[in-house]
């Protein structure tokens, strides 16, 4: 059965340093989503992404954060400078027009 | 905007009993979906089970079903025969229909399935 993937499943980055969490969306969804879970809060939107640009965003994702499809098949978040605040669980998602799928997450901790 | 509650954080079973969860949410589209999804201790989000708002006929999979009452606007789950492997966090979400838009979460509840 096709799964989102995402690498790396841990990340700990220590403040101010910029991270790139990538994700392998299922190979014929064409909308594209990030989620981040801060631990014991409920599942937040950050961003989605249809046809090689940005189609929704949430006030989570300021000029901090940034999203790429580099080569047609990854599907990448940058947090540049990263805060205390955005230790969290970050699932990415992919998805038709009648359901989506979330990946297994990247745990990042920002020490 | 919309919005997704879930009023119990948390509810517990005794195994092979079964259990109904609940969540009711709010919005103006006619065209949208609802899924609960589990997240057990690993984080995982796990699908667990889809419903279209324009379907009258509720979902099932398996021992999950949900009661989907449109114009009450709520969603509730229900696991019948439940297991010990049923324990986790389980969110409903919405999501608008047009545009495939993003998923909007409940708190979550937290279930417990006892031996």
């Known amino acids: 059965e096709p799964e989102v993937t995402q690498t790396p499943s841990h990340q700990v980055t220590q403040m101010g340093q910029e991270v790139i969490l990538r994700c392998v969306p299922i190979?014929?969804?064409?909308?594209f989503y990030w989620y981040r879970q801060i631990l014991g809060q409920k599942v937040e939107f950050l961003v989605s992404?249809?046809?090689?640009?940005?189609?929704?965003k949430s006030e989570i994702f300021d000029d901090q954060f940034s999203v790429e499809r580099p080569d047609g098949s990854n599907f990448t978040l940058k947090i540049r400078s990263t805060k205390l605040e955005d230790s969290a669980m970050y699932f990415c998602?992919?998805?038709?027009?009648?359901?989506?799928?979330f990946g297994q997450g990247t745990r990042l901790t920002v020490v | 905007a919309q919005t997704v509650t879930q009023s119990q954080p948390e509810m517990s079973v005794q195994e092979a009993e079964t259990v109904t969860l609940s969540c009711t949410y709010d919005?103006?589209?006619?065209?949208?979906?609802l899924f609960w999804y589990k997240q057990p201790p690993s984080r995982q989000m796990i699908l667990v089970i889809r419903?279209?708002?324009?379907?009258?006929q509720n979902a099932t999979e398996n021992r999950f079903s949900v009661n989907f009452q449109k114009a009450a606007k709520s969603f509730s789950l229900k696991i019948s025969d439940s297991q010990l492997g049923d324990a986790a966090m389980y969110f409903c979400?919405?999501?608008?229909?047009?545009?495939?838009?993003?998923?909007?979460f409940g708190d979550g509840t937290t279930l417990t399935v006892k031996p």
């Open positions: 998602a992919s998805g038709s027009l009648t359901e989506a799928f």
């Open positions: 190979s014929n969804h064409l909308y």
């Open positions: 992404f249809y046809n090689n640009e940005i189609s929704e």
């Open positions: 919005t103006s589209e006619s065209d949208y979906y």
């Open positions: 419903q279209e708002a324009y379907k009258q």
């Open positions: 979400a919405y999501r608008r229909g047009t545009n495939a838009g993003k998923s909007t």
